[in-house]
């Protein structure tokens, strides 16, 4: 099976930098994605690992290390609208199907 | 952009009745998926189709839940009858391919219907 973990709440402040952690194990591996999620609304695609090390990408930036299991997403001068949930989902080996973690919910305050 | 969409944005139903929920892939993918998300809970895989079939399924998946490509554009999710603990957002993705040399293909979500049941 599979099994996904990301802390359930976090606070940062605006302009600030803050990093969201995601350990998984599953059975095989076909990558690591994360995801925004603003409440009541659709996960949108914001990165996605294979390879170890780090995929930056704007002010958004992700990590994996494959052997230990852990992944983080970075985000750099925190806007008020990065307020949502960040969800981690990995795929695993001989399936494409997304098994998602239980998201952390990110409140950016003035 | 090119964007999943989904109809309707929401719907209210009685338990025992049939739903069906539509929903258009972006036009050059290949791969359709629904999952859905109870309201505080994680996403969670239902189905994945391609090629008029059924990839994967999930536990959820069980006889009560049908998938179809009734046209070149559509692609819908039955539940024959319905029951409370269906009550739900139901999300479909779609995505370019599956696998590749790299791994996975991102998918790309809808903004869901919420489906309600009473």
């Known amino acids: 099976g599979q099994n996904i973990d990301q802390p359930t709440e976090m606070t940062a402040t605006e302009g600030a930098i803050v990093q969201i952690n995601c350990t998984y194990q599953t059975s095989g591996f076909n990558g690591l994605f994360w995801y925004q999620q603003h409440a009541g609304e659709a996960p949108t695609f914001l990165s996605y690992n294979v390879l170890d090390g780090l995929e930056e990408k704007g002010r958004f930036s992700s990590f994996l290390s494959r052997s230990k299991g852990y992944s983080y997403l970075l985000l750099k001068e925190l806007q008020m609208k990065d307020s949502a949930s960040y969800l981690c989902?990995?795929?695993?080996?001989?399936?494409?199907?997304?098994?998602f973690g239980k998201g952390t919910k990110l409140s950016v305050i003035p | 952009e090119p964007e999943v969409t989904q109809t309707p944005s929401h719907q209210v139903t009685q338990m025992g009745q049939e739903v069906i929920l539509r929903c258009v892939p972006i036009s050059n993918h290949l791969y359709f998926y629904w999952y859905r998300q109870i309201l505080g809970q994680k996403v969670e895989f239902l189905v994945s189709?391609?090629?008029?079939?059924?990839?994967?399924k999930s536990e959820i998946f069980d006889d009560q839940f049908s998938v179809e490509r009734p046209d070149g554009s559509n692609f819908t999710l039955k539940i024959r009858s319905t029951k409370l603990e269906d009550s739900a957002m139901y999300f479909c993705?779609?995505?370019?391919?599956?696998?590749?040399?790299?791994?996975?293909?991102?998918?790309?979500f809808g903004p869901g219907t919420r489906l309600t049941v009473t």
């Open positions: 189709f391609y090629n008029n079939e059924i990839s994967e």
């Open positions: 989902a990995v795929s695993g080996a001989g399936s494409y199907q997304l098994t």
């Open positions: 993705a779609s995505s370019e391919g599956t696998g590749r040399i790299t791994g996975s293909y991102e998918q790309y």
